[in-house]
């Protein structure tokens, strides 16, 4: 008797389901647009660029020093891949190559930077696909492991205030938040007692790590989270709580993979707006998330253009020895 199919994979083998989900995407993007046009009719853009420059020097150097430490606490995501695969390439070589990826992927999508940038790379590199694709999804799952953990706490205990168009109330937002932490103590569950330690989906082995190695995963996922929540804290100069500050910073994130806006432009401004204006004004929350770009995204993306240049000629030079041997 063959076995039996998920219900996952029978929904999305449906003809219908290809439709359906450009459907659901197209109607959460125009969602967007339109939150982005009304919001940005009422900002004060002039406003903005005096509160841009009113910034003290040392929020500026704090919150570009939290900045920096989550792009470097990311970078060793791969290390896990590296475990994982058991690949020998050095563990400065694979960091640089997280750090390239991740800062890719935040300004032109997943398919450019999380994906495209790791393939380019450890393939020049001499890495097989199959072990590429482990290291993504072994990335992929790092990063996702701590945001539901970070996430569900944060609706669980500090559930925001969302707006009444939103229709999802605080009781919504614990119930999804328990979700989240039910999810991630499930695959710590996994890794403990499962007896089935790999599985086959779509001709791609998964094995389940160790629980000693998922805890890592967890932990560093959690402190790559929390450490940007504390930059967009410190750029908001500390007029609403720290855990107020993340929870919206985790709800922006996940707008902006769903939107599939590049680098989530406007949308997680949006977002700020909507869950924080009022207590805070419009030109304070733009601003604070246009510093948190520039830091998060933009720096980070000059500095990964320049390092993705070194890396391809040190590539070539590479491929020539190996041939030359």
Known sequence: MPPRRSWILNITSKPWWPWAKRIVVLGFLAFVITLLVVQARSIDWSEVMTTLRAYPLHVLLLGAALAASSHLI?????????????HKLPAATVMAIAFVSYA????????????????????????????????????????????????????????????????????????????????????????????????????????????????????????????????????????????????????????????RVPAGLGVLEAVFIAVLSPPLGNSVLIAAVLCYRAMYYWAPLAIAGALYLLMELNAKKLAASKQAA
Not at 74 to 86: A, E, I, K, Q, W
Not at 218 to 235: E, F, I, P, Q, R
Request: charged share 10%; proline share 4%.
């Open 104 to 259: 890719f992927n935040l300004n032109l999508g997943t398919l450019v930077g999380a994906l495209g940038m790791r393939v380019r790379l450890y393939s020049r590199l001499g890495l097989e696909p199959t072990t590429i694709a482990r290291i993504v999804g072994s990335s992929m799952l790092t990063n996702w492991l701590g945001y539901f953990l970070l996430a569900g706490t944060a609706f669980l205990f500090w559930p925001l205030k969302l707006p009444d168009t939103w229709h999802l109330g605080m009781a919504a937002l614990r119930a999804v938040g328990g979700v989240l932490v039910l999810i991630a103590l499930a695959y710590l569950l996994l890794c403990a007692f499962s007896k089935r330690r790999e599985w086959t989906i779509r001709d791609h082995e998964i094995a389940l790590p160790a629980l000693p190695v998922a805890l890592v995963q967890l932990a560093m996922s959690c402190a790559n989270w929390a450490v940007m929540g504390a930059t967009m804290y410190v750029l908001l100069l500390g007029k609403v709580s720290y855990p107020m500050a993340l929870g919206v910073l985790l709800i922006g994130a996940v707008a902006g993979l769903l939107s």
């Open 74 to 86: 990311y970078s060793t995501f791969d290390l896990v891949g590296r475990h994982y695969t058991g």
